[in-house]
């Protein structure tokens, strides 16, 4: 399997070439890609012959590798060498010096799995921007004895050149500290999230007010789940501009470092706005450089807006593994509409909804099934421009849009109930909302979902009232009685209404089940007949999604209509069993009815018709095959349930 060329590393070197790297069998290598300045042009085609890509991409390609590109420079944290125990943040492709952390280092690096990688600015400086990388690592606790895994974010400035002499080609200005995604119990004990699975930095025209969106799982096989948390970008910094852990010995605790703090800072940038004078780390302070090495990791770790995940997922049959996050503006305010990926190959729509003040919630919009297989999704890209979603996993690359406000129904209350952001009711369908729109006929409302207020003069009585249908059971059958919301979010309730009285609410148990699509009635009994209602509840908004006028049949009648038998024989069993006469009738469809009274016109004909042997053979073929033909149709669109 791995003596492929998979390719792990597709960045931008400038506006005509990409740079592409792949594992090359073990052996990694590394090519330009003429892609064109233009879209228009055509144009994809390699343009160089092979280079190594050591340092640049991992052996293994089952090993991640993160990277970045910053003024035709390569920033990559992966693993650099052939056994994959030397692990790296590492700059090459540079024209100057190749740059790395520490080598065999656990204060810096311990087992990382690297995540993702991303330049974020910090100040107006240009000099001030850092790298942050994401991963995950297996720390060992005081015991020495149990490895514990953490999700972590560390930071280096892009200009960093290394020590002059301590730390030469060394990063002097990585930092790292801890990311927390956990839930409290009523006890005050905290449960981790602790295993990172990718990462989304949703930008702003400020940059300390971007949020970053990470997903977590769980380590624990007692625990089992995945969440998404997110973090401002400020609350990140602020813990990288506080304390720095210290540890006395190897058997102690962390606590924050007392000591004096050298200048300037360690981790701040050369030539910035706190060191305009020094161009370069070389001539940052050899005690700054010392501290580095010897003090990587923040005292404080880093927690999620309201100190909780926003999304939380337990006992599911699915682990999320990609995000992408998408700003809307609808009418009532801006959105973010969340894409999750699960290891299932489905990805689900989420718009986030403000509660109050401290807390936002969550709404599924939808789940889509992606891949005809079960295979993760492993990377997950959104084009605002094409309004596409792009979606990969093993089997391929896919692309999905945005919206699809076509699934909502044709009327206003479903549209509305929807609550996407991307959609509202134009007056005749659901379709893609413009907020830059001057159509006052546009009816949303992503915060309530009231139809109600939305949906005046849209015939909501109407809508409400589904048409009535009917639908037949055979007794100690099994049926199934169909009702789909088209909402996630809508509670069903199934009521009972027998001969005119009170509709009641059907009682569930074991032989009545009520399922995601319907409900399920086993071993049907002659107590079961009646109007079923289907009624939907969102928002304190009722309609009834089905009206199911269900018929139990007897089951021994059931038999004789569709056996094989001769239709003399057929009709001479009939006439024995004991049926009254108001419910043998009233137990037959109108079809039905016109083969019985067919049968009865030809039966009486065959007296007057006796001596004619031929002709009354004919007559019997006739008559068969008229019973056959109306009873197979009949079965398959009077008979659902048997």
Known sequence: HGCGNFVRVIQSYNRTHLYVCGSGAFSPVCVYVNRGRRSEEQIFKIDSKCESGKGRCSFNPNVNTVSVMINEELFSGMYIDFMGTDAAIFR?????????TDQHNSKWLSEPIFVDAHVIPDGTDPNDAKIYFFFKERLTDNSGSTKQIHSMIARICPNDTGGQRSLV????????????????????????????????????????????YGIFTTSSSIFKGSAVCVYHLSDI???????????????????????????PRPGTCPGGAFTPNMRTTKEFPDDVVTFIRNHPLMFNPIYPIHKRPLIIRIGADYKYTKIAVDRVNAADGRYHVLFLGTDQGTVQKVVVLPTNFSASGELILEELEVFQSNSPITTMKISSKKQQLYVSSDEGVTQVSLHRCHIYGTACADCCLARDPYCAWDGNSCSRFYPTGKRRSRRQDV????????????????????????????????TFLECTPKSPQASIKWLLQKDNDRRKEVKLNERIIATEQGLLIRSVQDSDRGLYHCIATENSFKQTLAKINFKVLDSEMVAFMTDKWSPWTWASSVRALQFHPKDFVGAFSHSEMQMINQYCKDSRQQGQQREESQKMRGDYSKLKALINSRKSRNRRNQLPGS
């Open 237 to 263: 910094q602020t813990v990288f501009n506080g304390p720095f852990a210290h540890k006395e010995g190897p058997n102690h605790q962390l606590i924050p470092y007392q000591g004096r703090i050298p200048y």
């Open 169 to 212: 080609n060394k990063w002097t200005t990585f930092l790292k500290a801890r990311l927390v995604c956990s839930v409290m119990d009523e006890d005050g004990t905290e449960t981790y999230f602790d295993e990172l699975e990718d990462v989304f930095l949703l930008e702003t025209d400020n940059p300390r007010t971007t949020l970053v």
């Open 447 to 478: 915060r309530h979902g009231n139809p109600l207020t939305q949906c005046r003069g849209f015939n909501l009585k109407a809508y409400r009232n589904a048409a009535e249908i009917v639908q037949y059971g055979v007794k100690n059958n099994t």
């Open 92 to 100: 090459s492709l540079t024209k100057r010096n190749a740059v790395r």
